[in-house]
C-alpha cells in the first residue's frame, strides 16, 4: 500500500514537500513515480526515480521546481515543490513499479493527496 501526504493550500510562490510512505512492502527495489490530475484533465506524469536514485522528469513545466528524492531507511519518496504556480493545483498521486522510470507499467497506487495553490 502506498500513502501520499503533505498536500494542502499554498499560495503561488509558495512550496510544499510530499511524501509517499509504503507498508507491506518495501520501497527499495522500485521505481517510484508521481503524476498528477487536475479538474478536467487527464493524469500526467511528473517525477520519477528509479530504485539506483536517477531522477527522470516527465514534465516540462516542472522542470527547475520540483525535485524527487527517495529515503530508503524510512521506506519513503519525496516530491519537493517549488515556486509553486496555480496550474499545479491537482491531486498527487504516487505509484511504484518493479520495473525502471521508462518502462514501468506503475503496479501500485496511492490514493492521491489534494494540492491547491491559490491567493
Known amino acids: 500500500q502506498l500513502v501520499e501526504s503533505g498536500g494542502g493550500l499554498v499560495q503561488p510562490g509558495g512550496s510544499l514537500r510530499l511524501s509517499c510512505a509504503a507498508s507491506?512492502?518495501?520501497?527499495?527495489?522500485?521505481?517510484i513515480g508521481w503524476f498528477r490530475q487536475a479538474p478536467g484533465k487527464e493524469r500526467e506524469g511528473v517525477l520519477c526515480?528509479?530504485?539506483?536514485?536517477?531522477?527522470?522528469n516527465y514534465a516540462r513545466s516542472v522542470k527547475g521546481r520540483f525535485t524527487i528524492s527517495r529515503d530508503n531507511a524510512k521506506n519513503t519518496v519525496y516530491l519537493q515543490m517549488n515556486s509553486l504556480k496555480p496550474e499545479d493545483t491537482a491531486v498527487y498521486y504516487c505509484?511504484?513499479?518493479?520495473?525502471?522510470?521508462?518502462?514501468?507499467?506503475?503496479?501500485?497506487w496511492g490514493q492521491g493527496t489534494q494540492v491547491t495553490v491559490s491567493s
Open positions: 526515480i528509479s530504485s539506483r536514485g536517477d531522477s527522470l
Open positions: 505509484a511504484a513499479d518493479h520495473l525502471n522510470c521508462v518502462q514501468a507499467r506503475w503496479d501500485y
Open positions: 507491506g512492502f518495501t520501497l527499495d527495489y522500485y521505481a
